[in-house]
């Protein structure tokens, strides 16, 4: 059951359990993306977290698909989100990121800042 206020780590663990059915601990903080639209004067952040600290078995299936393992090495090779795969490698460098992406009335990504 989700609880009002939901922390953006808590909201990150419900998220992974919910997922994959893995219970997740030891969260590190890696960055932010976030999408601007100046026009309608919209943001949404999405906060990434990185741990290699779980328990628990993957879920069998779940509403996102179906939860698998994948080799670090194979990731690239996978189909994916643009915005997925922009961030990806900052997951594996140190140091946090930020990502700004600016976006028009027709979803159009228009400007890209990474830092």
Same mark, same amino acid.
């Given at each position: 059951m989700r609880s009002? /206020? #939901?922390s953006p780590v808590e909201g990150a663990i419900r998220e992974v359990k919910e997922e994959t059915g893995l219970d997740v601990t030891n969260l590190k903080f890696k960055g932010i993306y976030e999408?601007?639209?100046e026009k309608a004067r919209d943001r949404y952040i999405i906060y990434n977290y990185i741990t290699s600290d779980f328990t628990g078995e *993957? *879920?069998?299936n779940t509403r996102e698909g179906r /939860? $698998?393992?994948i080799h670090i090495d194979d990731l690239n090779k996978l189909p994916m989100q643009e915005s997925v795969r922009r961030r990806l490698p900052y997951f594996f460098r140190e140091g946090t990121f930020e990502i700004h992406v600016v976006w028009d009335e027709g #979803? $159009? #990504?228009v400007r890209i800042r990474e830092t």
């Open positions: 009002f /206020p #939901e999408y601007v639209n *993957l *879920l069998s /939860p $698998k393992w #979803e $159009k #990504e």
